[in-house]
Each structure stands twice: as C-alpha cells, then as structure tokens.
C-alpha cells in the first residue's frame, strides 16, 4: 500500500538529489585482460551513490547494503563511464539508491548500459553514529514512481529476509 505522506515530515523529489559523474577507465582499473575490474566498478558505483544519499538527508551516511549489482555488459580500457545515481525510496532511517552505469565510446559512437545496482544507505548521527531520521521521498515522474513502487518491494523483502536470519541465529 501506498506511504501516506505527514505534514510534520520534509520530502524531497529524486531529482532533487540524483547524481551525474563520469570518468575514463583507465588500466589501473583494469583486469589482465584489459576490461574493467569489478571491484574498482563496485568502488565508483558505491562512492555516487552515497553522494545521492547524503544530498538527500543532507547528514553523514553508511552503505548498509548492496543488495544488486549486474554486470551486463564489459567496460573497456579507454571507455567514458557515466554514472548516474538517484534516491528511488526513503524509509524512516534508510534510503535505497539505484545506479545506472553507462559505457560510452566517443571515437565508435557507442553507447549501452554496463550496470545497474541498488544499494542501501543509512543516515547517522554525527556524534552517537546512530539511524536518524530521513527526509520523504516524493517521486514526481511516472517513471520516479514506478522505482519508488519496485524499490518499495525490494525493502520489504529485505527486511522480512533479515528478520528470518535473525530467528535462525
Ligand atoms: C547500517 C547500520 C547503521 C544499521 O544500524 P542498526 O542499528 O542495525 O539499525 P536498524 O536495525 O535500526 O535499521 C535502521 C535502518 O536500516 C535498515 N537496514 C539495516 N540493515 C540493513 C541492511 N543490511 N540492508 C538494508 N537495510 C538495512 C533498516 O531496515 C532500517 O531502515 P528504516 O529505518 O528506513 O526502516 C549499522 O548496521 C552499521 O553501522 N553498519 C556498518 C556500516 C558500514 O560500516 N558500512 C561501510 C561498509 S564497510
């Protein structure tokens, strides 16, 4: 069902937050076989992510969890890596983030989506590192509402997956 917003509560559009960057894949992130290494990938991805985050709630973030990440298609020594992260849901203390990482050629014209992930944030207190509140998410765009409804899910799912180790342990 969907959140009721609170009058008491700020919210904030996913555009308001999202973030754009971009670098060249140089060798040093590469693999021996001259594509991109998957940590160095995952490093890049988590950094814009948490950028996304930290302009949403505007306060100290952790990365709770990477949740997904699809490495579709290999990004070569000499591609442009554009990045593009936005805030697709808030929870009370928590925050998902989805990245798209885009492979560009400039000297072939080509262009496709490399990866995608989703990765959880949470903000803390600067002085106790505890959760502390969020702001709202309020997609604005079919397209902000449809990663709002399926990130939704994604958390719910977390959290019942989390609750079930937790009876286990
Ligand atoms: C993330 C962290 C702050 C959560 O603290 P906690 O006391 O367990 O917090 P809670 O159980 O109250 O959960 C707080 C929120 O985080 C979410 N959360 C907690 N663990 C999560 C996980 N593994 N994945 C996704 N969300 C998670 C909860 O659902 C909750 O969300 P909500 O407030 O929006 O409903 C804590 O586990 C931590 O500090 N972890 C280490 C983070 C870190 O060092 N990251 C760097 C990577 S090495």
């Known amino acids: 069902m969907e959140k009721q917003e609170t009058p008491d509560r700020v919210y904030k559009s996913p555009r308001q937050s999202a973030v754009e960057t971009r670098f060249l894949l ?9 594509t991109a290494f998957g940590g160095a990938i995952v490093a890049e ?7 996304a985050a930290q302009r949403h709630c505007e306060g100290l973030v952790v990365t709770a969890g990477i949740d997904s990440i ?5 990004i070569y020594i000499g591609d442009q890596v554009a ?8 929870g009370n203390t928590s925050m998902e983030v989805g990245v798209q990482v885009v492979r560009e050629n400039p000297l072939r014209s080509e262009s496709c989506v490399a990866t995608t992930a989703h990765l959880t944030f949470v903000a803390i207190d600067e002085t106790t590192r505890k959760p502390i509140a969020v ?6 765009t079919e397209e902000e509402k449809r990663r709002y409804d399926n990130a939704r899910r ?9 609750s079930k180790k ?3 342990a």
Do not use: H, T, W
């Open 135 to 140: 702001p709202g998410l309020r997609p604005e």
């Open 154 to 162: 994604r958390v719910q799912r977390r959290k019942e997956l989390r």
């Open 45 to 51: 991805i988590d950094m814009v992510a948490s950028m």
């Open 70 to 74: 699809q490495f579709e298609q290999p």
């Open 83 to 90: 990045l593009r992260a936005c805030v697709n849901y808030a």
């Open 26 to 34: 140089m060798p040093s992130q590469a693999n021996p076989y001259g």
């Open 166 to 168: 937790d009876k286990r």
